[in-house]
């Protein structure tokens, strides 16, 4: 439940402001001071400030400049009387949402504090927009083996509840795009699914990452940030590769799993939220159980639901069609005609053990589609990392066909453009994937591939 900070000296008028703001399903604390207002702000957690100008000692304007000092993400409305409209236009430079003048239409401030709150919410998903890689290919699950067809099943029915879920299976299997659509077939589909790599992120900072830092909480925390807890609030927060987690921070998991609250790092704020956790691993979490590497009451919270993914060597009907949806997609990407499997092709795809599972398909598949010519046919020549090399009449090498030597120099090409795009962009990857005309993603993916 939202919470509203209501700062008035006069009585009646806080009564009155509580009641319109629990009218609108939303909690509420009240003072008569701009001094108990900064003390309240800095022990519990508001997701709006409604406050009058004139205060005894500080004033509604140095209450807001202060609450701007911790906070620059939280709405602030102020309410002036009619002599004091000067004060509300410099409130509004300080940065304060709205300013109300008294006496004011109960109805008309009713509609500012949900507007003020409904654009905290978008402001919040878009600064999580901009932060996160784009994640394609989700709109359809390539699922024609029956062991993958139950997969489907399984997520189908899961998704019509509220409870974790536990998603296994070796590397590059597809983990994610089964918790994503987990999450578009669930009642929060409207709302954000948000993916962390617990494997990504060093274990000194993934506390931050999820749960949030006030300013000052450690070295370069130079601004309060909200957790990938609260970005989540109300849709499905994914934990991938949670078998990595540090050890001490099982417990804090544990306890908001527990307890739908969040305390960010640095502060003793407690905040409700209503999150859906999905995680997914590629480890043996008994055996770590065993060890002494994961905590056993987490690991029988999180585990509720358990999906397996099968690897793509034991689903090889999904091999073909899964080769031609990613052919499908970068023939798009690469703004070429459409791309198809050769024959040789597609029975070397069949025969093939795939190791890397579905994320080595997918580069392969990333890799046929630049070098197929102008017929846009993939061929049994174009698949050189996964097809052997075969011996000369004199022992040695064989000599590669004219397609498979123009890898490296394509390799090269790509690097110069990445590096050319990078440095005209100021090192900002998400202006260097406009550039290029690619997603994020993609530019993530390959700035990894060439060591970037």
Not at 119 to 124: F, G, R, S, T
Not at 382 to 401: F, H, K, Q, S, W
Not at 425 to 447: F, H, I, Q
């Amino acid at each position: 439940m939202k919470r509203v900070l209501i700062v008035d000296d006069e009585r009646k008028m806080r009564r009155v402001l509580q009641m319109m703001v629990e009218s609108l399903g939303l909690e509420s604390a009240a003072t008569d001071s701009g001094e108990e207002a900064l003390l309240l702000s800095q022990r519990e957690h508001f997701d709006l400030v409604l406050t009058d100008v004139r205060l005894p000692g500080i004033s509604g304007i140095e209450l807001l400049r202060g609450l701007r000092e911790t906070d620059a993400t939280l709405p602030v409305i102020v309410l002036t009387a009619y002599g004091s409209v000067p004060s509300a236009v410099e409130a509004m430079k300080l940065g304060a949402f709205d300013y109300v003048v008294k006496p004011f239409d109960v109805e008309a401030l009713e509609q500012i504090v949900q507007n003020a709150l409904r654009l905290q919410q978008v402001q919040a998903e878009h600064r999580y927009l901009r932060e996160r890689l784009e994640h394609e290919g989700v709109d359809s699950v390539v699922a024609v083996s029956p062991a993958m067809r139950g997969v489907v099943e399984l997520a189908r029915q899961l998704a019509a509840t509220p409870t974790t879920v536990l998603i296994t299976g070796e590397t590059g299997t597809g983990k994610e795009v089964v918790a994503q659509m987990i999450h578009r077939l669930s009642p929060r589909r409207s709302r954000l699914f948000v993916p962390v790599n617990c494997a990504a992120i060093p274990s000194e900072l993934l506390e931050s990452e999820l749960f949030g830092h006030v300013r000052g909480a450690f070295t370069g925390a130079q601004a309060t940030r909200e957790g990938k807890f609260e970005v989540a609030d109300g849709g499905t927060l994914f934990l991938d590769e949670i078998g990595d987690m540090a050890y001490p921070l099982q417990a804090k998991l544990l306890r908001v799993l527990q307890d739908s609250v969040v305390e960010r790092v640095g502060s003793n704020k407690r905040m409700r939220v209503d999150v859906r956790v999905i995680s997914s691993t590629n480890r043996d979490l008994d055996a770590a159980v065993a060890a002494e590497r994961f905590r056993q009451d987490l690991y029988y919270r999180l585990n509720v639901f358990h999906v397996a993914v099968p690897p793509l060597r034991e689903r090889r009907e999904d091999v073909l069609p899964l080769a031609t949806f990613f052919l499908a997609r970068y023939a798009r990407e690469f703004g070429r005609p459409a791309v198809h499997l050769g024959p040789d092709a597609a029975g070397v795809l069949e025969g093939y053990a795939w190791p890397g599972n579905v994320r080595e398909l997918q580069n392969v598949m990333e890799r046929a589609a630049v070098l197929a010519g102008p017929r846009g046919v993939v061929d049994a020549r174009l698949l050189v990392p996964i097809v052997p090399r075969p011996a000369t009449d004199g022992g040695g090498a064989a000599e590669l066909p004219p397609e498979a030597k123009l890898a490296p120099a394509v390799d090269a090409l790509e690097r110069r453009l990445i590096l050319r795009a990078l440095h005209a962009a100021g090192d900002n990857k998400v202006e260097a994937a406009r550039v290029l005309g690619v997603s994020e993603r993609t530019l993530w993916y390959k700035l990894k591939k060439h060591g970037l």
